[in-house]
T-cell receptor, first 113, second 116 residues
Framework: GDSVTQMEGPVTLSEEAFLTINCTYT??????LFWYVQYPGEGLQLLLK?????DKGSNKGFEATYRKETTSFHLEKGSVQVSDSAVYFC????????????FGGGTRVLVKP | DAGVTQSPTHLIKTRGQQVTLRCSPK?????VSWYQQALGQGPQFIFQ???????QRGNFPDRFSGHQFPNYSSELNVNALLLGDSALYLC???????????????FGAGSRLTVL
């Protein structure tokens, strides 16, 4: 079945450090890929998405590139802030599956001042 | 423009009881999905509703049921609660599958259920 694997956390960084969260996927079709962020006590917010190979999603300084050859969608940010502390989820959806989301287990990121 | 609203935000039940959670979708959205997020894990798909019918279902027992109303709002019902049902229940709304932008889900803040 379809699945998403992302690096386990927690990831602890200092402010202005570079952040990478690895994400790989397995899918029977050609999925759309997403990164969602969950701040403490809140629901999920869409951070960025990509719908086809080599697309780059970007938002709020975060970027991720859809790599079909490596089935990956790694999240990066060049300079993190304390406000980026959250749990990040990689997810995929398939149009043929009604666009239901399949999530990875989440990566907790803690940015210290 | 209100996003997805869920109620209640928190609730505590005991084993064997029944619970109903409610969701109002984002304005303009007609499809509602429910997800269960256990502590420290990623959300798991429960089911999706469109045109008042369950369109697809994840790997959850029949104790989990739902409903969608003509105004697109939805309810999630869980019967015979187990300790393992303790989780954050997330509602997400979207446009009908096949519509441009249908793959973008908007999530509510969730209902946190604790089963004692």
């Amino acid at each position: 079945g379809d699945s998403v694997t992302q690096m386990e956390g927690p990831v602890t960084l200092s402010e202005e450090a570079f952040l990478t969260i690895n994400c790989t996927y397995t899918a029977t079709g050609y999925p759309s890929l997403f990164w969602y962020v969950q701040y403490p006590g809140e629901g999920l917010q869409l951070l960025l998405k990509a719908t086809k190979a080599d697309d780059k999603g970007s938002n709020k300084g975060f970027e991720a590139t859809y790599r079909k050859e490596t089935t990956s969608f790694h999240l990066e940010k060049g300079s993190v802030q304390v406000s980026d502390s959250a749990v990040y989820f990689c997810a995929l959806s398939l149009k043929a599956a009604g666009n239901k989301l399949t999530f990875g287990g989440g990566t907790r990121v803690l940015v210290k001042p | 423009d209100a996003g997805v609203t869920q109620s209640p935000t928190h609730l505590i039940k005991t084993r064997g009881q029944q619970v109903t959670l409610r969701c109002s979708p984002k304005s303009g959205h007609d499809t509602v999905s429910w997800y269960q997020q256990a502590l420290g894990q990623g959300p798991q798909f429960i089911f999706q509703y469109y045109e008042e019918e369950e369109r697809q279902r994840g790997n959850f027992p029949d104790r989990f049921s739902g409903h969608q109303f003509p105004n697109y709002s939805s309810e999630l019902n869980v019967n015979a609660l187990l300790l393992g049902d303790s989780a954050l229940y997330l509602c997400a709304s979207s446009l009908e599958a096949g519509t441009a932008g249908a793959n973008v889900l908007t999530f509510g803040a969730g209902s946190r259920l604790t089963v004692l």
